[in-house]
């Protein structure tokens, strides 16, 4: 592995090398001096002591970014220049713009959800169907699924099956993640998109992910919350924008006198909002996604004369949510997604709901203000592969899979300031097509879940760095 060191040619230095480069002559002086043995090793060393410089710091950088970097380094993932470089990486894409897949297979269904969608496209259950069935089944599949398909059934029986199906991946799961953990980082940018803040949280895949006896609905769902050791102050300044109630004049009992929807209008005008307002008409529509023109649309369409302090450019922010998916056993890890939150739309607000001067509904009153993920996943954020649907000509539309987080702040209190103080983990995965071949079933705005078959899916990925 000797270095090869030419003399010089000529008398005269090269004049236009770099200044900081070695030219022939000056390598001459230093192999008089040392071998060319000696040459390598003393470069070689050199080079290792950079490269241990760059990891020392890079280290220090990962502390100092992510409170759970030391945590990882306890549970013994190396920390350093490759690990800085995994943590900032944003999910893979193809040149079209759609996820690279993390799995080099699709998520493989139980015997009951694969017989359930198998019926969900036949017209009906009959004898004969059950029949055939029952010749491809294993004896282990046919044990589990002869007390659930193995009796006449009719429509409204098959629908209920394919819900409960649904219902159960949803459920606690002995399956767990060994030698794997999540990640979850809530990320703050400014409208130059700086980072202005971060925190994260660390969940063990070992532990069970829902907490025993939870009931899936809006009132008890959040109980999940996974709390920073200390919140993260994004704006301050704030006071409560009463828009919707001057702008409507509505009645002293209407739900926009509520002094939590002056809040959430404030917090709107500084992370974006699921509402929208026409560009033709100006009228205001609910929103899939986050939209941080909202403050400029009021302004265009004459809702407002001016903005206040909290719409201008500068004060707005842009909050996401990332999930990573580390293996302790070699420190490699996989970003499973980043995306944006927003303030719920205004028909989801606390309070009632009134829809031309009647009451439809009544939103639950939560004592935090839920910043939530966009209710529509394209399918091109999909980690999984999702398999050809041979009648529908396409892929699956139920195989998206992908993270779909909430953040939560608080309500501004005296110091008028905002904190985010957690998030919401989940995951968005159904189970069965509707009619159109889109969900019927599924996991839409307010509504992620960590049932078994987010589990299983996680289980699934091996696109490992």
């Known amino acids: 592995m000797g270095l090869k060191v030419s003399k010089s040619t000529s008398a005269k230095p090269r004049s236009n090398a770099p200044a900081d480069s070695l030219n022939a002559d000056t390598l001459d002086v230093i192999c008089s001096f040392c071998d060319e043995q000696t040459l390598v090793s003393n470069y070689a060393h050199a080079s290792k002591t950079i490269a241990s410089a760059v990891d020392a710091h890079a280290a220090a950088r990962a502390r100092a970014y992510w409170t759970t970097s030391a945590e990882l380094e306890r549970r013994g993932v190396r920390l350093g220049a490759a690990f800085l470089a995994r943590r900032s990486r944003p999910p893979r894409r193809a040149a079209d713009g759609s996820r690279i897949t993390l ?44 007390p659930i398909f193995g009796h006449k059934l009719d429509d409204d029986a098959i629908d209920e099956i394919k819900y409960d199906q649904d219902e159960a991946a949803r ?11 999540l990640l979850v980082d809530v990320i703050v940018r400014d409208i130059n998109d700086a980072v202005v803040g971060r925190r994260s949280v660390l969940v063990d895949g070992a532990e069970p992910f829902l907490a025993p006896g939870r009931v899936e609905n809006e009132q008890t769902s959040w ?34 006198n509520r002094l939590d929807n002056a809040w959430l209008a404030e917090v709107a005008n500084v992370v974006g ?13 609910g929103f899939s996604e986050i939209n941080h023109d909202w403050p400029d649309q009021l302004l265009e369409h004459g ?51 009134h829809i031309n001067g009647q009451v ?71 189970a069965h097509p509707g009619e159109s ?29």
């Not at 994004?234 to 409507?248: C, H, K, N, Q, T």
């Not at 909002?273 to 529509?285: D, E, M, S």
């Not at 996991?443 to 760095?465: E, F, I, K, M, S």
Request: charged share 25%; net charge negative; proline share 8%.
């Open 103 to 146: 799995a080099s297979r699709p998520l493989a269904l139980t015997p009951e959800e694969a017989l359930a969608r198998e019926l969900h496209f036949e017209e009906s259950w009959s004898p004969e169907w059950w029949a055939a069935k029952k010749q491809t089944l294993s004896p282990e599949a046919l044990a589990r699924c002869e």
């Open 171 to 181: 459920r606690p799961s002995a399956l767990r993640l060994p030698g794997r953990v």
């Open 223 to 256: 109980a999940d919350e996974l709390r920073f050791a200390d919140s993260l102050r994004i704006a301050s300044g704030l006071e409560p924008d009463w828009f919707f109630r001057e702008v409507w004049e509505v009645n002293e009992t209407h739900h926009t």
């Open 273 to 285: 909002c699921h509402q929208v307002a026409h560009a033709a008409t100006g009228n205001i529509y």
């Open 303 to 353: 809702h407002v004369d001016e903005h206040r302090s909290s719409q201008l450019p500068k004060n707005r922010r842009f909050v996401s949510v990332r999930v990573d998916l580390f293996r302790l056993s070699d420190g490699k890890s996989m970003c499973l997604g980043e995306h944006e939150v927003g303030v719920q739309g205004l028909r989801d607000w606390p309070g009632d709901v």
């Open 360 to 430: 439809i509904g009544t939103n639950p009153i939560l004592p935090f203000i839920p910043l939530t993920a966009s209710d529509d996943l394209l399918e091109k954020e999909s980690m999984l592969e999702r398999p050809y649907d041979p009648e529908l000509r396409e892929r699956c539309a139920d195989e998206i899979f992908a993270p779909q987080c909430h953040a939560i702040a608080d309500y501004p209190d005296a110091t008028a300031e905002l904190h985010i103080r957690g998030v919401r983990l989940g995951f968005c995965c159904p």
């Open 437 to 465: 071949g889109m969900p019927e079933h599924g996991d839409y705005q307010n509504n992620p879940h960590l049932g078994g078959r987010v589990t299983r899916a996680l289980l699934t990925l091996d696109a490992w760095t």
